[in-house]
């Protein structure tokens, strides 16, 4: 073999070396080959005065993570083909953190939730392969935490050593979009509050870095509000089914400690049948028949909008629903507004007899002085594509819109000057392929058929069609879970590792590549099994040992 | 309306509800509406004079389960809504258990490893409320088991743990339209844990499955701990801990057997096995071939040399060995997807062509005729798959079982060479379709069985559907497979459960539903039929542990009827 064909092969193998185990993967990186071994008694410590309570924290949980996730390399063999080198490797007994000049501390948690746009989570980080220290520097402690994710995917694990065998490594790295987030639907199925947490850690490991809680629906009102818990005690589905106001502190702080903020959906005025089981004056249409005239879902029902004093309540409910979440960001829904619903609705009727509006304009006064209310209160609404593409409603152009009925529809919410937030159903929606759940209807398949696989989602690109300027309207996306057919029962596997693929690709940007990426995120689903959540397989175990060897061309 | 249709419709309506609850629905059932609790003392009495130790168990099992069993009505209210008719209820002191008069004394595991077409599952439950009394009565041990089965589901829970039911008096007399009733499980492409596979075989049991089909190597991995070649597991499965012990084995077949259920191992061959080359290179043709499209349906490529006499030698004692150690009456040789360029190109195999002047096809048949022989001498049914009987016309045994998967239509055509088959027709029945494509580097790729299988897909099955009257006998039954290249315990138990019940159920009934109505009739799949029987076989799972997947939001489950497509 000649010299230049042997460098192609190390090239290639290069390619798939364990380092590019990161997910996502950094902006900029360089590493080397040497093996370096952790340190039996390795310590991270944080520089500086002041340090917060939730960096200590995450300092404890990575170094928990280190030692106990023993993930034995993805590589015929496992670990036993690294031992070889163990003897002759450095080993690394330092981790400093430090804020960069200049720069003070501020908890992890305050810094997540800021606004995206003002979410430092830049960081630098040096592994040497001589055993002299680690650092990372941020100008942030959301930045040091970010970090410190990062560091602890560079470990595996063989017997007792923790190893590396990519140092040195430099990693300059930060994300290409401020929004990278998770939606859950908490209404059609209700997840006790282990299987969130567990999903948060689960974001956290990707840098997934918001979670929109979709928490009511028509099917169910899980959530407890100071002031109004009858729509809880009335619309749970059991008492045991619902997110007290300490659920929810313990979530959003669960969620801020790990980089995570929490943007909640009070989704108005469609969706919220299940409203009428304490407030029946304020519901339209509930559980009409047939529903498919009134919903897109069985069952029917929406919020009188027309109605004042259903305006009054909605803005009240939304500012005491705001007190609880302490995110900048405030979904109030949008979606899927029926409009026979009204029709054979005599009071709303009456209303807007009354007022003189047409169904539009009393929804322009409904929106505008419920999203007043959430504004008096420090909030940014969000709303679904519909506020702005189908209704003629006055939003601030603060506003941030969810596209989720079709990538298409990008373009024209930009062109609006809308900034944005991508989440497709044609490509982020966890929940299609799965078949149709109405009864009766056995040939029913699932309305956004087919299954979204993880190269879909990873393909997606989030600024096309759009101009330079229309594409700074980007805020990022997220993949969604819509739960009319999951539960805990199979929340990990529906879920991961495929959020993963959007956690990356707005992290590092769109571009990336199918073949490399495929190895690094066998590794993010081992790893993740090994912390206890149930990533499913995304091929056999002989193909994830064989990098590029299930190619659809291989 | 008259008063008299007003009553009907109410009882109508009633029936619907309060007797919703078994899975699989009985071949014969009349109830009531009465309510009857269970005493706190509740007893099982065995009027059977030695009762076999795994009855004894088995009613063991269920007391312990009406105990454990949280499992409220699914009605708006839970239990609540029924608390006052259960506080008033008659209360019923014990099941008296007994086999028919002269009936042989045998364990459920003898019964359910006889041959399939001796066995006999049906049984006899009688419940009355005035006075409070359940007997259950079968020929045999197996009946009695499914008989228990069926008891377990008939009672609810109220937040007290007391166990009410509202359908009596009821009167089961039940019986399966098909012995072989089953799910396939693949443990090569990945591992599952002992404790996953006992765990599904407990789901299955209680869904009366009678078959677990194991297709337990493949070319990815070879996790069977084999007597004769050790060598095969230790060099051919993922990791040491990834492997089947002999014990293991035994211990998974005695847990089914207990249960109700049968153990078919499938040695997939002379195709499906390239992770033997990690421990006899010796043996197998193109191993790990690129490209691999060329040579096998997936990666890797490599096929046992069918040709060499060596290798025939080694796949008879791979045989003998495995069947020596399994104590049921069938076992199956595979033989999907055999791919004719990894032989012509293999050079070892072209050269045993020439030396021993054979075809290929004559080695196929050869390789066939050689295994099942030794499936027969271990006194075991021979399975084969239908390619091997259509694509490759090989000369199999009269009593061969052809398990029937590339498509429903297949079955006519094994049945017109006079085979009698199992049904898996990937159209129907396969469980991992629909997840996408899982080769790498395929952006656009989807699921080759595309789509997802739902539950009212599988449910739809025609057990006889394109056949004459006089083949019906051959139709053993049929299976729900889970191929694992996108599976593993991480998802066992969502991908597989409820759907699963599915295919339970069509075996169980057969080609109608004991009222006589066609599966897919009019409201079958209805919320108020079928699917809010499967709603609750999915709660009752869940409380037992088993991850089964929501099929609807709790508001429509609570809520029969409302959320079809029609209401």
């Known amino acids: ?48 005065h002041g340090v917060p309570g939730d960096l200590i924290a995450a300092v404890g949980r990575t170094k928990q993570y280190l030692f106990q996730d023993r993930l034995e390399r993805l590589v015929v063999g496992r670990g036993a083909v690294d031992a070889p080198t163990f003897s002759k490797a450095k080993v690394l007994s330092r981790l400093t953190l430090s804020l960069a000049k200049g720069a003070s501390f501020a908890s992890i948690t305050s810094e997540a939730q800021k606004a995206p746009e003002d979410r430092d989570e830049a960081y630098h980080l040096v592994v040497p392969a001589d055993g ?82 979709h928490i009511v629906d028509s099917q169910s009102f899980p959530l407890q509000v100071p002031g109004f818990t009858d729509l809880a005690e009335k619309g749970a589905y059991s008492s045991s089914q619902v997110y007290t106001q300490s659920d929810v502190r313990d979530i959003v702080s669960y969620a801020g400690a790990r980089g995570i903020d929490v943007m909640v959906e009070i989704d108005t005025p469609g969706h919220t049948a299940i409203i009428a089981e304490a407030h029946p004056d304020f519901v339209a249409c509930p559980q009409a028949t047939p529903w498919a005239t009134y919903a897109n879902e ?9 109605n004042a004093t259903v305006t009054n309540y909605v803005a009240n409910l939304f500012s005491a629903v705001a007190k609880l979440f302490p995110s900048t960001l405030f979904s109030t829904g949008g979606d899927e507004l029926n409009t026979n619903c009204y029709d054979i609705d005599t009071p709303t009727q009456a209303a807007l007899n009354a007022t003189g509006r047409t169904l539009e304009q009393a929804l322009d006064v409904f929106t505008q002085e419920t999203h007043r209310a959430l504004e008096a209160k420090g909030k940014t609404p969000v709303v679904w594509e519909e506020m702005v593409l189908v209704h003629n409603v006055t939003l601030s152009k603060e506003t941030k819109v969810l596209v989720w009925i079709s990538s298409d529809n990008v373009k024209a919410v930009a062109q609006k000057g809308y900034k944005l937030i991508h989440a497709a159903s044609d490509y982020f929606y966890l929940d299609c392929g799965a078949g149709g759940w109405v009864g009766n209807f056995p040939s029913g398949n699932s309305w956004c058929d087919p299954f979204k696989t993880w190269q879909h989602s990873y393909s997606f690109d989030p600024v096309a069609n759009l101009t330079a300027e229309e594409s700074k309207l980007v805020l990022g996306g997220q993949h969604l879970l819509w739960a009319e057919q999951s539960g805990p029962q199979n929340v990990d596997p529906i879920v991961w590792p495929r959020a993963a693929s959007s956690a990356e690709l707005f992290w590092s940007g769109p571009g990336g590549n199918l073949s490399t990426a495929l190895p690094r995120l066998h590794d993010v689903a081992y790893r993740f099994r090994q912390r206890g959540v149930n990533a499913i397989s995304l091929q056999p175990e002989w193909c994830a040992l064989r990098p590029g060897a299930c190619d659809l061309t291989a | ?150 008891f377990e589901q008939l009672w609810y829970s109220n937040s007290q743990g007391t166990k009410y039911l509202l359908s009596a008096p009821l ?139 060596s290798t025939l030698a080694f796949a008879r004692t791979l045989f003998s060995s495995v069947a020596a150690a399994l104590p049921g009456t069938m076992m199956s040789s595979g033989g999907d997807e055999v791919n004719l360029p990894c032989w012509t190109e293999d050079q070892q195999t072209m050269s045993d062509l020439a030396r021993r002047n054979i075809t290929i096809s004559d080695a196929l048949n050869e390789f066939v005729q050689t295994i099942q022989g030794v499936i027969k001498e271990y006194g075991k ?78 449910y739809s099955f025609d057990p006889y559907a394109n056949l004459t009257a006089d083949q019906h006998d051959l139709v053993l039954g049929g299976q729900m497979p889970l191929w694992s290249e996108q599976s593993s315990p991480e998802n066992l138990d969502p991908i597989v459960w409820p759907r699963l019940a599915a295919g339970a159920e069509v075996f169980w009934t057969g080609a109608r539903l004991p009222d006589g109505s066609p599966r897919l009739g009019q409201n079958t799949t209805s919320s108020t039929h079928a699917l809010a029987r499967l709603n609750e076989l999915r709660y009752r799972l869940v409380d037992r542990g088993v991850n089964a997947i929501a099929l609807q939001p709790k508001w429509c489950v609570l809520r029969p009827g409302e959320c079809d497509l029609d209401s």
């Open chain 1, 1 to 48: 073999m000649k010299l230049f064909a042997l460098r192609v092969v190390v090239l290639l193998a290069a390619a798939y070396s364990p380092v590019e185990a990161l997910w996502p993967q950094p902006q900029n990186i360089q590493t080397g080959s040497e093996t370096l071994r952790l340190a039996p008694g390795f310590q991270i410590t944080v520089v500086g």
């Open chain 1, 132 to 213: 002299s220290g680690a650092t990372i520097t941020a100008n942030s402690t959301l930045g040091l935490f970010r970090g410190l994710t990062t560091f602890s995917q560079l470990w595996y694990a063989h017997d007792n050593t923790v190893y590396t065998i990519s140092a040195p490594v430099t990693i300059q790295d930060a994300p290409a979009y401020p929004y990278r987030g998770l939606m859950l639907d908490t209404a059609r199925n209700y997840y006790p509050v282990a299987d969130i947490k567990r999903t948060l850690d689960a974001m956290s490991w990707v840098k997934i870095n918001q979670f929109h809680w």
């Open chain 1, 298 to 306: 069985p069952p029917a029902g929406q919020l009188r909008f027309a």
């Open chain 2, 1 to 150: 309306m008259s008063l008299t249709s007003v009553l009907r419709l109410i009882l109508c309506v009633l029936l619907a509800q309060y007797a919703s609850a078994l899975w699989p629905i009985p071949r014969s059932l009349s109830t009531g509406t009465s309510p009857l609790k269970l005493s706190p003392r509740f007893a099982v009495r065995l009027e059977i004079s030695t009762p076999p130790a795994d009855l004894l168990s088995a009613v063991s099992r269920t007391r312990a389960r009406l105990q454990s069993d949280r499992f409220e009505r699914l009605v708006l209210g839970r239990a609540s809504a029924d608390a006052k008719t259960v506080h008033a209820a008659p209360v019923l002191a014990s099941l008296t258990v007994s086999l028919t008069a002269g009936s042989p004394i045998r364990t459920v595991a003898e019964e359910t490893t006889q041959d399939i077409d001796a066995r006999s599952e049906s049984y006899v439950l009688i419940v009355t409320d005035h006075p409070p009394t359940a007997t259950l009565s079968a020929n045999l041990t197996l009946g009695l088991l499914r008989g228990l089965t069926t």
């Open chain 2, 171 to 309: 009167f089961v007399e039940d019986a399966p339209a098909f012995p072989y009733r089953g799910f396939s499980l693949d443990t090569s492409r990945n591992f599952y844990p002992v404790a996953d596979i006992l765990r599904t075989l407990d789901a299955m049991s209680w869904v009366k499955l009678s078959v677990l089909y194991w297709h337990v190597i493949d070319s990815q991995s070879f996790p069977l701990e084999v007597e004769a070649f050790p060598e095969l597991s230790a060099k051919g499965a993922y990791s040491a801990a990834e492997v089947y012990t002999r014990n293991d084995i035994q211990h998974i077949i005695q847990h089914a057997n207990e249960r109700g259920i049968d153990v078919v191992m499938e040695l997939d061959s002379p195709g499906h096995t390239t992770a033997i080359s990690a421990a006899h290179p010796e043996h197998i043709a193109c191993p790990a071939k690129s490209p691999w499209s060329k040579y096998a349906n997936e990666p890797p490529a490599g096929q046992l040399r069918i040709a060499s006499p």
């Open chain 2, 381 to 458: 049914t021979p399975f084969i798959k239908s390619d091997m009987v259509l694509t490759h016309n090989a000369p199999v045994v009269n009593d061969t079982v052809v398990v029937v998967w590339q498509t429903s239509q297949d079955a006519a055509s094994v049945a017109d060479r006079g085979l009698r088959l199992i049904h898996q027709p990937s159209n129907y029945f396969y469980l991992d379709c629909g997840a996408g494509e899982w080769l790498g580097n395929d952006i656009l790729g989807n699921s080759w069985c595309d789509p997802f299988k739902t539950w009212q897909r599988a």
